[in-house]
Structure formats: structure tokens, C-alpha cells
């Protein structure tokens, strides 16, 4: 016999309309949309299975599909009435899928709702439809994976940051492009953030001397106990007049862009290295608004080299060396990472906003959506 029908309520974070160049407003662009209930017992599995949410991370790369679709990128764009889609920690109530079973923890692409019927096909990311395919990306690489238990040797949060895609991000593109020489000076800008962390470390594991910014006090002494021998505060000190007492440098790795990336240029030394992972500074502004960069020169004069970075080309191949080798590195305590929980998937929609807007709190943003 069925088991009776038991409704639970099923709450979401909803993109509820595009946000132009601002940042996206709590309640116009994003909403809790507490409407929905699902029957954790009866709802049909069809061959899939059924999550519950356990954390959510929202991650900048998630504002890049909030843009208009005329707006050519590296992804699609979201779809408006749907859940917000990114990377999160579910564990799992039912499943009829090989492989896949009850109390299973996964961690991969997931819609910001509560339970999921998966996989879940409505609104989430497609590279390969983009006008700019990636290429050598495999979707499969970042939907949901089994991950292990780490039975009390690091919170599952950490599957969020230096385990998730921050960390993993760090991992591909410094393996990839950094060339880290023992004694070269690195600058890691947005050095606090999920993949800046991670670059830190990864520096001071070469032998690198690092300098590394952020926007608050407390990251610059979160900097400092990662490694980083020289860390500052780019609201109270300029960036420029720290990396001439400081450098010259010889990689730059760039989270922030704009006028810090500016300044990075100015004090590269000749055959220096850029790797551009992001550009956080210019998320949320049009065009004519960004700073736009002067010495651009710099880069034939002294032979820079400028390298564009997206881990959507790098996971397939580097997720399995990642998954091989850090988490026994973080379980040891080589690896550190600091999440800042925010509790509740009703004030998730704030937690995203204030991502975009340079999260003043200490650590990488996850909302804690359910405990087990
Ligand atoms: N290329 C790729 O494949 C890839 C993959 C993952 C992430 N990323 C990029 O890596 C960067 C860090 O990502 P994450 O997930 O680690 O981020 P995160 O932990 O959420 O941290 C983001 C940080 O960016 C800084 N920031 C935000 N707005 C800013 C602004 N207007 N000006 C200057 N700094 C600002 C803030 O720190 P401060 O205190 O320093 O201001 C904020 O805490 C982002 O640019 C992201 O897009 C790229």
C-alpha cells in the first residue's frame, strides 16, 4: 500500500528578473518563492533520485549568467522563473539509479531549492550551447558526484571552498599556467576569497614570496596566517604603492581586475605572468563605468604574458588528481579554508547579494540550507 500523502514544504530561491548592470536587488531580481511542497514518500523517481539540500554556495560565476541573453559569455543565461542553479552539498533520501544510493552525500550542480527531484534539467548550466563553446568541457564533470564521508575530519563546508570549485579552480589553473619558480614573487588579488585562499598556499608550497590584498582587516590577518608574507587592505592602502615597496612581481594572479589589475601591470616585471581568473571589480557595472585599464602598452614593452583561465575547461581532467590528493592534505591541516555559514535558505538570497557586493565577513559564503 502507498504511504499516505505527506506534503513537505519545498522553498526556493527563485531568479525572478535580470538585473541590467546593477547588483541584483533581494525580492526583485531574487526572491524566496515559499510556494512549493513536494512528497518526500510519493513523488515518482522515474529512474532518478531525490535530494535533500544540505549547503549551497553561491558563487560569483552565477551573477554571469544572470545577464541579458543578447550578452554573449562562457555559459548560458539563467532562466527567469527559475531556481538559481550552482554548486551545493545534497544528500540523498531515495534514488533508483545505479550507483547512486539512500544517505549518499553529493556534491556538484544543483537548483537552490530545498529537495530536488534529479538530475535536474530546468534552467541549470550548459557550456556547450554558449556562443563561446568551451571546447574540451564535460558538463558531467561538474553535476552531482558521490563524495566520501569525511567522518569528522573536516566539515562537510569544505566541499563549498577549498574542496569545491574555488579550490579546485585555484588547483587547475595554477597546476596549468603558474610556472611557480621557488623565490619568484606572486600577488594574489581578492586573496581572502575561496580561490584566493587556496592560490596562497599553493605559492607557499612552491617557495614563492606572496603579497596578497583584500578589502578588510581581518582578511588581511587571514591572509597572513595562510602564508602570505606581505598582505594589505586595498581600502586603506593603494595598491600601487604597496606593490612598489613590495615587489616587482612576476605572476600576477588576478580575481579582481580593473584598476588593481592596472596596477599589477605597472609593477610586472619584464616576461612577467598574468593569470586572469576573474574580474569581481566589474561584475556588477556597465561598460562605460569600469576603469578602464591605461598601460595596457606595458604588456609588448615588457613581454607580459596574459593568461585567461575557466575551470570548466580544466575539471574533467584535474578533478580526479584534486579529489586524489587535497582532501587528505585538508584532513591533515595543510591545506586550511574558512567558511563563513550563513543559516537558512530564506536568508540565502541576502548571503548571494552580499557575495557580489565583497562579502565584508570572513570566509567563503555557504548557506546551510538543512542539517542532516
Ligand atoms: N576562471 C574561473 O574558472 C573561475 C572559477 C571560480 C572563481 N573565479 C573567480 O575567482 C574570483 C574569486 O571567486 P570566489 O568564488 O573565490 O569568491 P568569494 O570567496 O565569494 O570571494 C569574492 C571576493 O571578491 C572580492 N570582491 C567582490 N566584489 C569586489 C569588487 N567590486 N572589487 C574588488 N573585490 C571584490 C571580495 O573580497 P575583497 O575583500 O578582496 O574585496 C569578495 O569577498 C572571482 O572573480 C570569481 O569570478 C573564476
Not at 519545498?10 to 541590467?20: A, E, S, W
Not at 524566496?32 to 553561491?58: A, C, H, M, W
Not at 594589505?232 to 600576477?252: C, I, K, Q, T
Not at 562605460?288 to 591605461?294: N, P, V
Amino acid at each position: 500500500m502507498a504511504p499516505p500523502s505527506r506534503p513537505v514544504p519545498n522553498p526556493r530561491i527563485v531568479f525572478t528578473k535580470r538585473p541590467g548592470n546593477g547588483f541584483p536587488v533581494v525580492g526583485e531580481h531574487i526572491s524566496l518563492d515559499n510556494t512549493r511542497s513536494i512528497d518526500l514518500e510519493r513523488v515518482l523517481l522515474n529512474g532518478g533520485f531525490l535530494t535533500k539540500t544540505l549547503l549551497l554556495s553561491p558563487e560569483p560565476a552565477m551573477r554571469e549568467r544572470m545577464r541579458d541573453p543578447e550578452i554573449r559569455s562562457y555559459t548560458t543565461t539563467a532562466i527567469v522563473g527559475a531556481p538559481l542553479v550552482g554548486f551545493g552539498l545534497v544528500v540523498v533520501l531515495r534514488s533508483e539509479k545505479d550507483g547512486i544510493k539512500a544517505g549518499d552525500h553529493m556534491f556538484g550542480m544543483t537548483p537552490f531549492e530545498a529537495y530536488t527531484l534529479q538530475p535536474y534539467i530546468e534552467g541549470r548550466v550548459e557550456y556547450k550551447e554558449s556562443e563561446w563553446p568551451a571546447g574540451t568541457f564535460d558538463m558531467d564533470s561538474l553535476a552531482l558526484q558521490v563524495v566520501p564521508d569525511p567522518q569528522g575530519a573536516f566539515p562537510w563546508s569544505r566541499y563549498c571552498s577549498i574542496l569545491g570549485i574555488p579550490g579546485l579552480s585555484a588547483f587547475a589553473g595554477f597546476e596549468a599556467y603558474a610556472n611557480a619558480q621557488e623565490g619568484e614573487t606572486i600577488f594574489v588579488s581578492s586573496g581572502a576569497s575561496g580561490v584566493g585562499s587556496m592560490v596562497i598556499q599553493l605559492a607557499k608550497m612552491k617557495g614563492m614570496k606572496v603579497i596578497a590584498s583584500a578589502g578588510t582587516n581581518k582578511k588581511v590577518e587571514h591572509m597572513k596566517r595562510l602564508g602570505a608574507d606581505v598582505a594589505f587592505n586595498y581600502n586603506m592602502s593603494a595598491v600601487s604603492d604597496f606593490l612598489r615597496e613590495h615587489g616587482p612581481l612576476d605572476l600576477f594572479w588576478d580575481n579582481v581586475g580593473g584598476s588593481t589589475l592596472e596596477a599589477a601591470i605597472e609593477h610586472l616585471t619584464v616576461y612577467g605572468r598574468i593569470i586572469m581568473c576573474g574580474s569581481a571589480s566589474e561584475y556588477n557595472i556597465g561598460l562605460e563605468d569600469r576603469h578602464g585599464i591605461k598601460n595596457t602598452s606595458y604588456i609588448f614593452k615588457k613581454r607580459l604574458t596574459v593568461q585567461g583561465f575557466l575551470i570548466a575547461d580544466h575539471a574533467a581532467k584535474m578533478a580526479p588528481r584534486f579529489f586524489s590528493e587535497v582532501p587528505a592534505l585538508v584532513a591533515q591541516g595543510k591545506l586550511v579554508s574558512e567558511e563563513h555559514l550563513v543559516h537558512g535558505i530564506e536568508n540565502g538570497p541576502a548571503a548571494f547579494v552580499d557575495m557580489l557586493k565583497g562579502g565584508r565577513a570572513l570566509g567563503k559564503p555557504v548557506i546551510v540550507v538543512a542539517e542532516e
